[in-house]
């Protein structure tokens, strides 16, 4: 099959645009979000634990390898930075930030293809993953929103913060988007490293194991007994999917640069998490097998 139920441990996995996104079960179509913006559907309790299971503790991290990569870096580190110091180690309010600020880079990278495919009047593959990226994010959002409680201050904050990085975001992508899906892959980076850090507390008795939100049952096909933790486990495997294909998407583009192949004719990103020297690699047509 084109893709595999999980991409974090031994497996090898494939993103295709010409691939459906869904599988494991039959769920239901909604005219709220996309079915096939996560390919995470979990129905039974024993499909959790073998997610968990899946998940490598030696995550991968993209080592900067140039001047836009390196900026990329240095930016994230800044903003973790930030969200370390405003937010500590209450990580629920950090996710609300993050997953904010997440929505927002699929959306803009997808309005622009979109607007450079009508202009070219060229097919450009690219879109549809992306506004899946975008629609996704959203959906980690509604299920942080429904337990985390954000204050009035930060109700305040939350659309003036998006806003703003929507307009240097979009700017940045015309100018760079090599560098703005690099910064992408480091923030999912830090996602991971949050959400694997927010199970632990759920653990350790920190946070609270409340029952899953109905909109995340509803989204990623939850048991009915869902909790927190189980709808964590999901949004960590999302973002890790996240994670490998904007650091592909920053290499394709750089690849292009080089051999003047035009990034949106394909969409067909190869995950090989067992060799952390070459755990991306891009297919030549959206289509192979």
Same mark, same amino acid.
């Given at each position: 099959?084109?893709?595999?139920?999980?991409?974090?441990?031994?497996?090898?996995?494939?993103?295709?645009?010409?691939?459906?996104?869904?599988?494991?079960?039959?769920? %239901?179509?909604?005219?709220? #979000?996309?079915?096939?913006?996560?390919?995470?559907?979990?129905?039974?309790?024993?499909?959790?634990?073998?997610?968990?299971?899946?998940?490598?503790?030696?995550?991968?991290?993209?080592?900067?390898?140039?001047?836009?990569?390196?900026?990329?870096?240095?930016?994230?580190?800044?903003?973790?930075?930030?969200?370390?110091? #405003?937010?500590?180690?209450?990580?629920? =309010?950090?996710?609300?930030?993050?997953?904010?600020?997440?929505?927002?880079?699929?959306?803009?990278? +997808?309005?622009?293809?979109?607007?450079?495919?009508?202009? %070219?009047?060229?097919?450009?593959?690219?879109?549809?993953?992306?506004?899946?990226?975008?629609?996704?994010?959203?959906?980690?959002?509604?299920?942080?929103?429904?337990?985390?409680?954000?204050?009035?201050?930060?109700?305040?904050?939350?659309?003036?913060?998006?806003?703003?990085?929507?307009?240097?975001?979009?700017? +940045?992508?015309?100018?760079?988007?090599?560098?703005?899906?690099?910064?992408?892959?480091?923030?999912?980076?830090?996602?991971?490293?949050?959400?694997?850090?927010?199970?632990?507390?759920?653990?350790?008795?920190?946070?609270?194991?409340?029952?899953?939100? =109905?909109?995340?049952?509803?989204?990623?096909?939850?048991?009915?007994?869902?909790?927190?933790?189980?709808?964590?486990?999901?949004?960590?495997?999302?973002?890790?999917?996240?994670?490998?294909?904007?650091?592909?998407?920053?290499?394709?583009?750089?690849?292009?640069?080089?051999?003047?192949?035009?990034?949106?004719?394909?969409?067909?990103?190869?995950?090989?998490?067992?060799?952390?020297?070459?755990?991306? %690699?891009?297919?030549?047509?959206?289509?192979?097998?």
């Amino acid at each position: 099959a084109l893709l595999q139920p999980v991409l974090l441990g031994g497996q090898c996995a494939r993103l295709s645009a010409a691939a459906p996104r869904l599988h494991r079960c039959n769920v %239901k179509e909604s005219s709220v #979000y996309h079915r096939h913006s996560t390919r995470y559907h979990y129905p039974t309790r024993q499909s959790l634990i073998e997610l968990e299971s899946a998940f490598r503790p030696d995550q991968p991290h993209h080592e900067p390898e140039n001047f836009v990569d390196r900026m990329a870096y240095r930016t994230i580190k800044m903003v973790w930075a930030g969200e370390d110091w #405003y937010f500590g180690t209450n990580y629920l =309010q950090c996710a609300v930030v993050l997953e904010t600020i997440g929505s927002v880079p699929g959306l803009v990278a +997808a309005l622009w293809h979109h607007l450079r495919s009508l202009a %070219k009047l060229e097919l450009c593959h690219w879109v549809k993953p992306l506004q899946d990226e975008a629609e996704n994010e959203r959906m980690h959002l509604m299920g942080i929103m429904a337990v985390a409680n954000p204050t009035r201050r930060q109700m305040l904050l939350l659309p003036v913060l998006q806003k703003a990085f929507f307009f240097f975001y979009f700017i +940045a992508y015309v100018i760079a988007p090599a560098y703005c899906h690099r910064v992408v892959g480091y923030i999912e980076e830090g996602g991971v490293r949050m959400y694997t850090q927010m199970i632990a507390d759920i653990d350790k008795g920190v946070i609270e194991n409340v029952p899953a939100p =109905q909109v995340a049952k509803d989204y990623w096909n939850l048991p009915a007994d869902a909790t927190l933790r189980d709808m964590i486990l999901v949004i960590r495997a999302d973002e890790c999917d996240h994670r490998m294909v904007n650091h592909h998407l920053s290499d394709v583009i750089n690849e292009a640069i080089e051999t003047h192949h035009r990034p949106c004719d394909d969409f067909d990103i190869h995950l090989h998490p067992n060799d952390p020297a070459d755990w991306l %690699k891009r297919g030549t047509h959206t289509g192979a097998q």
